[in-house]
């Protein structure tokens, strides 16, 4: 979210133009502190320019996707149907453990009063950022999986993740059905592990599972010698890790933006490139960091003992780690 917000911010300022953003608390004026508090502690150069661009081109609104007229009450509700032009969609609630059930307020209903807003007044063109954990729920039967449209139905799940990519597909479903009856036109973007920043430090998400795994293997002093299965001869393969920084998922979903259309078209936002770079290689990268890692030859020793070690860490250092 904040770095589609200011994306969007160097954008419209080349037009004199606005950004509104809705963000969850009590009052507009917490709202924007709440934003402001993300920037509060990134480089300097990030805090400036944020500083600089939402004093002129930055409005915030204290409202919930999940709450009808997204939270805003009616009257302001109706002002932004008449006055917004497009709607960037980055709203949701992300949690991997919870259930459709628990997720289809914020993502579910909180897309459909998006869909609210777009076809009430101007006609309104709407990127929903989605997941690439939808791909399974496509009807790849006769197209691919960046054409192809979600599944008539699904069932629900209860493994990794399935709550939270079957919140999305029913995102999409209703987006496409939004296309087909009013004419909204829909750009769906699937990112997947959004990786930090690769120009600003401090840019990244602590509480996913890639910056907990990383956080873990420097606490305990502990990693695998390798990720992956390992050659016949025992070495370690080549490998991929398949993500993007989150200023390159960004740039794709403000991207679309210069594109004009009035289709509904999907974009998978994946890192294809194979180039080499692994979990492994991150441990590697941690080591030249100056943190001590031993590598244990057995996949499940090293499984059990980085368990273990992690429930005997402090609480403040277990609740950031990867045990969950």
Known sequence: GRAVCMQWLERVAKTDGKVICVIRANSDDAARDRLGQVFSSAAPELLALYQELSGKYLEVLAGDAA?????LGEAQFTRLTTTVDRICHVAALVNHRLSYNHLFGPNVAGTAEIIRLATTGRK????????????PLLDTASANNEDALPLASVPLLDN????????KWASEVLLHQAHLEFGVPVNI???NMMLAHQYHKGQINVADMFTRL??????????????????????????HYDGLPVDVVAASVVGVAGQPQQAYRAFNINNYHDDGLSLDSFVGW????????????????????????????????KKHSALE
């Open 124 to 135: 309104k063109t709407i990127d929903f950022v989605s997941t690439e954990g939808v791909l």
């Open 160 to 167: 990794y993740a399935a709550g939270y990519a079957t919140s």
């Open 67 to 71: 709450e009808k007229f997204l939270g």
């Open 189 to 191: 973007l699937r990112g």
């Open 214 to 239: 990383l956080y873990s293997i420097i606490v305990t002093g502990l990693a695998p010698y390798s990720f992956y299965p390992l050659a016949d001869n025992g070495d370690r393969l080549s490998a």
């Open 286 to 317: 941690i080591e030249s960091a100056g943190y001590s890692v031993a590598r244990l030859d057995d996949y499940s020793q090293w499984y059990t003992r980085f368990r273990d070690k992690l429930t005997t860490l402090p609480e403040e250092r």
